[in-house]
């Protein structure tokens, strides 16, 4: 019984790969095959919020990462935390309106719907990888090769994608029966990123909240994505063993909210 | 006897109803919270057993449950109380096209749907050729869904529906969509899969489609199951049930629709279209080229008045020798029920020996005394009486239309013939 709960939500991943997939080429292809610049878009708005928070924090307020006074120095930490933050973000903000975008087949059909909330969750991630690429390559061009802790983002992610479709299912589930959840989520989501070591660093931060700071997954989350892209630094054990053990509990927690109330979502959509 | 493929047993369904819809939230949020909803019974102690292969027929007027039970079987929803088990695939036509998506092509959206209800890929592919062939929307496959005109995308999305091979096949008025070409074709298609042993259960409410097609009908009233049996006796009652309602609802100055009857059609062609293919088989030596309908002047028509002489002419193409072949017609009404049919031999004319590569034209001079409504040709040749085998046979070759009288007289029943009348007075 307990084995059963922890184990079926993982089962998804494997019963529903071919739906989850036909999902996730459906998204980007709607996405932008339709537009003009297509693919385009997935490159023009991290870049431009890239600018203007440098603009902002950096050449404005004079925040700095560190020691370095340079402003690209600047730009790279800043996009390090921005990167995931946005996978994050994008992916909880699409999964909430998820289920009543796709109503028709919620009330008609006999459907997985588990996934519509957890294929945005990886539409999301797909995008970010490509912010990750522009990132690598700029950091090689600056002559700063990231060396092989870099390739520890590929245990990070895991976790990360537990987190947010945890996070999602239970925002999306809830999103059906309270139409609020629209208007709190992306608002919310402005809260949660503002205190998240993204435009600033940690270490700037009051000692007296670091609780808090703490208790905020997404600390960890940017700041592994930062000593792996910039401090050859591969996260410490316990904290990544800490973090996952977060992640893992929030998935099946998200899981099981959300196969509690799918069965009543016919009736209220 | 058989294997029940559906059982319910006391099953019902209750829905909350929210004088506010801030009210469920509160309810689902706040702990201990008072009771916010009153309750709304859609089905209540329901039980029901589907042996492989039945057809059940449900009707009742709206609001009575069948949309509930058929969302309860799709397993879409949830029983509140009860037992309900369903084993097979289920395939239900509850809302052709749901989850297609319109910036998608067809064949992007019909890989989709299948694997939304549970194939793989591979399998969807297989089954590709047949559903396009089917939908007979030919290069409009390859175009995203959005540029398809409303009969292109039932065409589809029924196509698709329809060959999943399901074992349990759902029905929600679905057939009242399309032309009436696209409707005869679902018919036929239907009873083939009843032929093969599918269940199916479906809601409508045409009475001589629920008469035609189910061996069981289901009457729901108020969410219970109030009536089951033989489908024309069920069938008559509900219809007496209905109009005292009708009465009653008149009585007090409104409206009320019980159903969607057949109104105009839309007209197709003369020619074998490309769908019409579909249902085609026989050895090829001679062919069916081509179905018309004249009216009395000789002018090509698919509309007809009631009772009034017209030609269906048939073109045959022989491409072996043929000493003694035959060509014959077959008229089916809109449940597939073949109501009128003969041909050359039977009607006492001998066709002239064919050679290869000639053709011949037969008119088969008729009136049609029908109810109104549309009808569909089979057409066929066949070497001989003696042979089994057909050279040729097309089902749905043409589409005819029967006008209604324009005296106003009324049809009762599907086929008008001459009556007299006297009257004595004693």
Same mark, same amino acid.
């Given at each position: 019984?307990?084995?059963?709960?922890? @184990?079926?939500?993982? %089962? @998804?991943?494997?019963?529903?790969?071919?739906?989850?997939? %036909?999902?996730?080429?459906? /998204?980007?292809?709607?996405?932008?095959?339709?537009?003009?610049?297509?693919?385009?878009?997935?490159?023009?708005?991290?870049?431009?919020?890239?600018?203007?928070?440098?603009?902002?924090?950096?050449?404005?307020?004079?925040?700095?990462?560190?020691?370095?006074?340079?402003?690209?120095?600047?730009?790279?930490?800043?996009?390090?935390?921005?990167?995931?933050?946005?996978?994050?973000?994008?992916?909880?903000?699409?999964?909430?309106?998820?289920?009543?975008?796709?109503?028709?087949?919620?009330?008609?059909?006999?459907?997985?719907?588990?996934?519509?909330?957890?294929?945005?969750?990886?539409?999301?991630?797909?995008? /970010?990888?490509?912010?990750?690429?522009?990132?690598?390559?700029?950091? @090689?061009?600056?002559?700063?090769?990231?060396?092989?802790?870099?390739?520890?983002?590929?245990?990070?992610?895991?976790?990360?994608?537990?987190?947010?479709?945890?996070?999602?299912?239970?925002?999306?589930?809830?999103?059906?029966?309270?139409?609020?959840?629209?208007?709190?989520?992306?608002?919310?989501?402005?809260?949660?990123?503002?205190?998240?070591?993204?435009?600033?660093?940690?270490?700037?931060?009051?000692?007296?909240?670091?609780?808090?700071?703490?208790?905020?997954?997404?600390?960890?989350?940017?700041?592994?994505?930062?000593?792996?892209?910039?401090?050859?630094?591969?996260?410490?054990?316990?904290?990544?063993?800490?973090?996952?053990?977060?992640?893992?509990?929030?998935?099946?927690?998200?899981?099981?909210?959300?196969?509690?109330?799918?069965?009543?979502?016919?009736?209220?959509? | 006897?058989?294997?029940?493929?559906?059982?319910?047993?006391?099953?019902?369904?209750?829905?909350?109803?929210?004088?506010?819809?801030?009210?469920?939230?509160?309810?689902?949020?706040?702990?201990?919270?008072?009771?916010?909803?009153?309750?709304?019974?859609?089905?209540?102690?329901?039980?029901?057993?589907?042996?492989?292969?039945?057809?059940?027929?449900?009707?009742?007027?709206?609001?009575?449950?069948?949309?509930?039970? !058929?969302?309860?079987?799709?397993?879409?929803?949830?029983?509140?109380?009860?037992?309900?088990?369903?084993?097979?695939?289920?395939?239900?036509?509850?809302?052709?096209?749901?989850?297609?998506?319109?910036?998608?092509?067809?064949?992007?959206?019909?890989?989709?749907?299948?694997?939304?209800?549970?194939?793989?890929?591979?399998?969807?592919?297989?089954?590709?050729?047949?559903?396009?062939?089917? +939908?007979?929307?030919?290069?409009?496959?390859?175009?995203?869904?959005?540029?398809?005109?409303?009969?292109?995308?039932?065409?589809? +999305?029924?196509?698709?529906?329809?060959?999943?091979?399901? #074992?349990?096949?759902?029905?929600?008025?679905?057939?009242?969509?399309?032309?009436?070409?696209?409707?005869?074709?679902?018919?036929?298609?239907?009873?083939?899969?009843?032929?093969?042993?599918?269940?199916?259960?479906?809601?409508?409410?045409?009475?001589?489609?629920?008469?035609?097609?189910?061996?069981?009908?289901?009457?729901? #009233?108020?969410?219970?199951?109030?009536?089951?049996?033989?489908?024309?006796?069920?069938?008559?009652?509900?219809?007496?049930?209905?109009?005292?309602?009708?009465?009653?609802?008149?009585?007090?100055?409104?409206?009320?629709?019980?159903?969607?009857?057949?109104?105009?059609?839309?007209?197709?062609?003369?020619?074998?279209?490309?769908?019409?293919? !579909?249902?085609?088989?026989?050895?090829?030596?001679?062919?069916?080229?081509?179905?018309?309908? !004249?009216?009395?002047?000789?002018?090509?028509?698919?509309?007809?008045?009631?009772?009034?002489? +017209?030609?269906?002419?048939?073109?045959?193409?022989?491409?072996?020798?043929?000493?003694?072949?035959?060509?014959?017609?077959?008229?089916?009404?809109?449940?597939?029920?073949?109501?009128?049919?003969?041909?050359?031999?039977?009607?006492?004319?001998?066709?002239?020996?064919?050679?290869?590569?000639?053709?011949?034209?037969?008119?088969?001079?008729?009136?049609?005394?029908?109810?109104?409504?549309?009808?569909?040709?089979?057409?066929?040749?066949?070497?001989?009486?003696?042979?089994?085998?057909?050279?040729?046979?097309? #089902?749905?070759?043409?589409?005819?239309?029967?006008?209604?009288?324009?005296?106003?007289?009324?049809?009762?029943?599907?086929?008008?013939?001459?009556?007299?009348?006297?009257?004595? +007075?004693?």
């Amino acid at each position: 019984m307990v084995i059963d709960a922890l @184990v079926t939500p993982f %089962q @998804v991943f494997v019963r529903q790969r071919t739906v989850i997939s %036909q999902f996730v080429q459906r /998204e980007l292809r709607t996405r932008y095959g339709t537009s003009a610049a297509g693919i385009g878009w997935v490159l023009i708005r991290p870049l431009t919020l890239l600018v203007i928070y440098t603009f902002v924090f950096s050449t404005v307020m004079n925040v700095r990462f560190g020691d370095s006074t340079r402003t690209v120095d600047f730009a790279f930490y800043l996009f390090c935390g921005m990167v995931p933050w946005l996978a994050f973000s994008d992916g909880i903000g699409r999964a909430t309106t998820s289920i009543s975008e796709h109503s028709p087949l919620v009330k008609r059909l006999r459907f997985p719907s588990e996934i519509l909330p957890l294929h945005q969750v990886l539409v999301a991630l797909a995008i /970010e990888s490509v912010g990750l690429l522009i990132l690598f390559g700029a950091l @090689v061009i600056d002559g700063r090769s990231p060396g092989w802790p870099f390739l520890t983002l590929a245990v990070i992610v895991l976790p990360q994608i537990l987190l947010t479709t945890g996070i999602a299912w239970f925002f999306a589930a809830l999103a059906v029966f309270v139409p609020d959840m629209r208007h709190f989520v992306p608002f919310g989501m402005m809260v949660w990123m503002y205190a998240t070591p993204i435009f600033y660093p940690l270490a700037i931060v009051p000692e007296r909240l670091h609780w808090l700071y703490q208790l905020n997954p997404m600390t960890y989350l940017v700041e592994a994505y930062r000593g792996a892209m910039l401090e050859h630094q591969a996260p410490a054990l316990a904290t990544l063993g800490v973090f996952c053990a977060a992640s893992i509990a929030v998935f099946i927690a998200g899981y099981w909210t959300f196969n509690r109330l799918k069965y009543e979502f016919a009736d209220v959509l | 006897m058989g294997h029940p493929v559906i059982e319910l047993d006391d099953v019902t369904k209750r829905y909350k109803i929210y004088k506010n819809p801030r009210h469920r939230a509160v309810e689902m949020l706040v702990p201990g919270v008072r009771r916010l909803h009153t309750d709304f019974w859609a089905l209540r102690g329901i039980t029901l057993t589907v042996e492989r292969g039945e057809t059940i027929g449900v009707v009742g007027v709206n609001g009575s449950g069948k949309s509930t039970l !058929l969302q309860l079987l799709a397993g879409i929803i949830r029983p509140a109380g009860g037992r309900l088990e369903v084993h097979g695939r289920v395939s239900s036509l509850l809302e052709l096209g749901a989850g297609f998506h319109p910036e998608l092509t067809g064949r992007q959206n019909v890989e989709m749907f299948g694997t939304i209800i549970g194939l793989s890929l591979a399998e969807i592919r297989r089954r590709l050729p047949d559903i396009e062939r089917f +939908a007979g929307i030919g290069d409009f496959v390859e175009q995203p869904v959005k540029t398809y005109s409303s009969g292109m995308f039932v065409r589809l +999305a029924f196509a698709a529906a329809i060959h999943v091979e399901p #074992d349990i096949l759902l029905v929600d008025e679905a057939l009242a969509v399309g032309d009436a070409v696209f409707q005869h074709q679902c018919v036929r298609r239907i009873r083939e899969m009843q032929a093969a042993g599918t269940t199916v259960i479906f809601v409508s409410h045409d009475a001589g489609m629920i008469k035609a097609v189910s061996s069981r009908v289901v009457l729901l #009233d108020q969410g219970r199951l109030v009536a089951q049996g033989d489908p024309a006796e069920i069938a008559s009652l509900y219809f007496a049930r209905a109009s005292a309602e009708i009465a009653r609802v008149q009585a007090a100055g409104a409206s009320v629709t019980i159903g969607s009857a057949s109104g105009a059609q839309e007209i197709p062609g003369g020619s074998l279209e490309p769908q019409t293919q !579909l249902f085609r088989h026989g050895t090829g030596d001679a062919m069916i080229r081509r179905v018309e309908l !004249l009216d009395a002047g000789g002018r090509p028509t698919t509309a007809v008045g009631f009772n009034e002489e +017209a030609v269906l002419r048939v073109h045959a193409e022989y491409r072996t020798a043929a000493p003694a072949s035959i060509i014959g017609f077959s008229l089916r009404d809109r449940t597939g029920a073949e109501l009128i049919g003969t041909n050359t031999f039977e009607e006492g004319v001998t066709l002239p020996a064919r050679e290869p590569n000639s053709a011949l034209t037969v008119d088969f001079r008729l009136r049609l005394p029908l109810t109104p409504g549309t009808y569909s040709v089979s057409s066929a040749i066949a070497p001989d009486r003696y042979t089994r085998a057909y050279y040729d046979w097309v #089902d749905n070759a043409l589409v005819v239309t029967v006008l209604p009288p324009p005296s106003g007289k009324a049809i009762h029943g599907q086929v008008w013939v001459p009556v007299e009348i006297s009257v004595r +007075a004693s």
